[in-house]
């Protein structure tokens, strides 16, 4: 279930990351489920932004992410960006490097928010 998940997050993304020595750019995730979602931001509808920088190993696996920036501070965006960023591949081979993987969590629609009508 997970791995549909991310596979679907993947597909949907445009690749728009600075990288390192990664010869393709990183597929930039937008996240809007509640998984790697930081509870208290899911709680008091925050949504955010984070970029971490991690290792990418020939085979396309992320490790070793440290988190850049994260927007707004405080709420756990850039934590949760670390473990989400470890769940995902590249997908392609190529020669190992670092990469920046920026990470966008978005909240599914509310009834409150007019959007489910």
Known sequence: MISVLLAALMQAASPTASVGSVAKPFKCPVWSGTLYYPERAAWKR????????CAV??????????????????????????????????GEHQPAGRADVPITFKLPPTPDDGALR
């Open 57 to 90: 190993s020939s085979s396309g696996r992320l490790s070793d992410c440290r988190v850049l920036n994260e927007t707004p501070g405080g709420w756990g965006f850039g934590q949760a960006a670390v473990v989400m960023a470890q769940c995902l591949m590249q």
């Open 46 to 53: 925050v949504e955010g932004q984070a970029v971490v920088n």
